[in-house]
């Protein structure tokens, strides 16, 4: 007799428990050991991966897909080689596991320290982005956590190669398999059962837009890490030095337009120079950028279309983005308080005050002076790589890595002690 969906997936959760508990026991060694052979079974299995990816690519072009998502989606020889790399930077890191802190001898004897554990079992359900199949496993793998990974549609084939060749690479060193769990059913429903996989799974993150997002938020009975939308927000500063402001605006817009942490809304000091106007015309005309915005930008770029509150709010992932000028600093502040996803926002300025009220009073995961928000990344931060940004307030905020990975249980040491 076929399994229902929900029974599956509850064994799909079983599986993970278990395989949980042995990766537990493992030690650093024996993990990255794992790890290494991930690497090499990626690598070897490159042309089957490609072939898979070359299905969902035409798929998604069949399907008008836009060119932002179809970047996301897309891999080659280079992508995997660079995929493979990360697994060495995950393998060089520090294996949080086991260590402990705030470690104090109390007036009884008694020891007391915090000491960091896995989480348990890790749910994933993710849209478009292939790798995202590979970091999480290696990150979940170092931070001693089972993973379910369900992901999307578009990318089921490229998703179905990749985790089965961490599979086949676990196996091949003698351990469970169930370490990495992949859900080859992408149907709302599949989505939904994870959602509500209680018992098994310890903790579930959505990463993907925002309508997955919510849709997970919302409907969620297991504990959820929100990863966040990227309205990122550029602002110049009337002291920003031009050019600065310019090769900072091309690059977070323009470097990859697919990526969270792509620039979606830029923010221009009323008493910026015209200079400033006629180098971003050039990026604009360069890229072929649509762009939203005030009548004061109307007034100042060509072909601008009027803005409406939807086109300031709006994660774009395309050669599109909003601009609006602002009277000044507090004004950017205040329009990012009310647009902002509270993802990666950006200042350009010389001016140190204003550089601090920026970093003071932008709430956001990342916030930034004078640099790209393309660096909000887990690889940018030392991290290895990540398993998504984090823009809640709970647990873990930013990228995700391997620290966000785990918990903490209180250690107590005593000589017999009893209270009294």
């Known amino acids: 007799m076929e399994l229902s969906l929900q029974e599956n997936l509850k064994n799909i959760g079983r599986n993970s428990k278990i395989a949980g508990k042995e990766l537990a026991k493992l030690n650093t060694a024996e993990k990255n050991k794992i790890l290494k052979n991930i690497k090499a079974f990626l690598l070897k299995n490159m042309d089957n991966i490609i072939e898979a990816n070359k299905l969902d690519v035409e798929k998604a072009k069949e399907s008008g897909m836009s060119e932002g998502l179809l970047d996301r989606l897309y891999l080659d020889e280079n992508r995997i080689k660079a995929m493979a790399e990360s697994i060495d930077e995950v393998v060089d890191l520090k294996d949080p596991i086991g260590s402990m802190s705030e470690v104090t001898t109390l007036e009884n ?18 849209e478009s982005r292939p790798n995202v199949t590979l970091d999480a496993s290696i990150l979940a793998i170092k931070s001693s956590n089972a993973l379910i990974l369900r992901g999307g549609k578009e990318a089921v084939n490229s998703n179905r190669a990749i985790a089965k060749s961490i599979k086949e690479a676990i196996e091949d060193l003698g351990h469970d398999a169930n370490i990495i769990s992949f859900i080859d059913d992408t149907s709302r429903e599949s989505s939904v059962e994870l959602m509500k996989l209680k018992g098994y799974i310890d903790l579930l993150i959505p990463r993907g837009s925002a309508r997955l997002i919510n849709s997970v938020m919302e409907n969620a009975s297991v504990p959820v890490l929100e ?8 602002y110049v500063d009337d002291s920003a030095k031009i050019d600065m402001a310019l090769n900072i605006f091309k690059n977070a817009k323009t470097t990859r337009v697919g990526v969270c942490n792509a620039m979606e809304s830029l923010l221009i000091s009323e008493a910026v120079e015209d200079d400033f106007y006629k180098g971003l015309q050039e990026i604009i005309d360069e890229y072929n950028i649509e762009v939203f915005g005030c009548e004061k930008t109307q007034k100042k770029l060509k072909n601008v279309k009027p803005a409406t509150e939807e086109e300031y709010a709006r994660e774009y992932l395309d050669y599109k983005m909003s601009v609006k000028v602002v009277s000044g600093l507090d004004e950017a502040i205040e329009h990012i308080y009310k647009y902002s996803t509270h993802h990666s926002d950006v200042i350009v300025t010389e001016n140190y005050e204003n550089a601090m009220k920026f970093l003071n009073e932008v709430d956001s995961a990342c916030v930034y002076v004078n640099a790209s928000s393309r660096f909000t990344d887990g690889g940018a931060f030392g991290k290895g790589a990540e398993i998504g940004i984090s823009t809640q307030k709970l647990h873990a905020r930013g990228p995700v890595g391997l620290e966000e990975l785990t918990s903490e249980k209180y250690v107590i040491l005593g000589k017999g002690q009893i209270r009294i």
């Open 227 to 234: 990863t966040g939308v990227g309205n990122c927000h550029l």
């Open 109 to 126: 004897g008694l020891v007391i320290g915090k000491r960091k554990v896995p989480i348990g079992v890790i749910g994933m359900i993710y």
